[in-house]
């Protein structure tokens, strides 16, 4: 059995909800990309082994939608991605 060695959590009006236990950082990144496409929002990503929170960013649109909103080159794409 692999180790589930990054926990990721959902802030939800100032509480982290526990979303699962993920076996590595690319994979957690991953997860939050897709978890994000059903429920944009701020997620955390949570290193059991160092006890401290690795990665935190807000996903305010999904892939899907950014690909179709931002078509115009002058706007800003800060608004649309993953704060990483």
């Known amino acids: 059995m692999v180790a589930q060695e990054y926990d990721i959590f959902r ?15 690319e994979t957690a990144k ?10 944009p929002g701020q997620y955390l990503v949570f290193s059991q082994r ?19 909103e931002n078509k115009d080159p002058e706007s800003s794409e800060s608004e649309q991605e993953t704060l990483w």
């Open 50 to 68: 160092s006890g401290r929170v690795v990665s935190s960013g807000t996903v305010l649109a999904s892939p899907a939608a950014r690909t179709t």
């Open 30 to 39: 991953t997860r939050v990309l897709e978890l994000a496409a059903e429920a």
């Open 11 to 25: 802030r939800d009006a100032g509480t982290e909800i526990w979303v699962e236990a993920v076996r590595d950082f």
